[in-house]
């Protein structure tokens, strides 16, 4: 499945700021990755940053911080899933199994509550079992 953002089952997000709570849509439109907050760029003040510009991109501009959740339907491990982007990213598995795999035929398998800091790797991920599994990835893009 082709990475792009989704909406649709992420739910409500809430922003703070100004005079109070500002309830958000979720996200826009796509298949599996859904972008909850991007900084824009470096952060020069907290009232910076919001959905991204133009059109979706797994790379966000030099700088920036982004947070996604991924949603990943059952299936196998796809020779088109391999990637590697220029960030540090955190990845928090919040629910079902998750098999990752590195060049070179490193192979784990993760759980809810299980974290991966991945530093511009090339990596594939897929769902173990039968159900849909879900992950928060915090990206940071180098400058």
Do not use: F, K
Request: with cysteine; charged share 15%; aromatic share 6%.
């Amino acid at each position: 499945a082709a990475l792009a953002p989704r909406a649709g089952d992420l739910g409500r997000r809430l922003v703070t700021g100004g005079d109070g709570v500002v309830e958000c849509p979720a996200s826009v439109g796509g298949a599996i990755v859904y972008d909850v907050w991007q900084t824009g760029g470096p952060l020069h003040a907290v009232d910076q940053g919001g959905d991204p510009e133009g059109a979706w991109s797994l790379d966000a501009p030099a700088g920036n911080v982004a947070l996604r959740l991924v949603t990943m339907p059952p299936g196998p491990p796809t020779e088109s899933g391999w990637h590697a982007t220029p960030t540090i990213d955190i990845d928090l598995i919040l629910a079902g199994r998750v098999g990752m795999e590195l060049d070179g035929g490193v192979v784990v398998e993760l759980e809810a509550g299980d974290a991966v800091v991945q530093r511009g790797t090339n990596h594939r991920w897929w769902t173990i079992g039968d159900e849909p599994a879900s992950w928060a990835a915090i990206m940071w893009t180098l400058t």
